[in-house]
């Protein structure tokens, strides 16, 4: 599997952003992908992940309600529309799949999208 995470930027508190990761190779349907993010300093965390069948999606409390995970199966492409972005917000986003929905180590990943949110 590999996977092309693109669409961060920079941009302030109360604005929306929408990722992308457009994957190819192996892309089973009951296959999970999901979204991470990293910022300086702080460890990894799972903020979003969904299988690409839609059969669940999961996220993580703190983007409850502010993101939504979404995908295109046609174009092999997964969604983080991101409303309402904080300053805390700002990590370097990854997109990353499994064979499961695994919200720590997943077995693929792709290159990061920097987000960064002035307040």
């Known amino acids: 599997v590999q996977l092309q995470a693109s669409g961060g930027g920079l941009v302030q508190a109360g604005d929306s952003l929408r990722l992308s990761c457009v994957a190819s190779?192996?892309?089973?349907?009951?296959?999970?992908i999901g979204w991470f993010r990293q910022a300086p300093g702080k460890e990894r965390e799972f903020v979003a992940g969904?299988?690409?069948?839609?059969?669940?999606?999961l996220y993580a409390d703190s983007v409850k309600g502010r993101f939504t995970i979404s995908r295109d199966i046609a174009k092999s492409t997964l969604y983080l529309q991101m409303n309402s972005l904080k300053p805390e917000d700002t990590a370097v986003y990854h997109c990353?799949?499994?064979?499961?929905?695994?919200?720590?180590?997943?077995?693929?990943w792709g290159q990061g999208t920097q987000v960064t949110v002035s307040s």
């Open positions: 990353a799949s499994d064979r499961v929905l695994n919200t720590t180590t997943p077995l693929y």
């Open positions: 969904i299988y690409w069948n839609g059969r669940i999606a």
């Open positions: 190779g192996r892309t089973f349907s009951n296959y999970a």
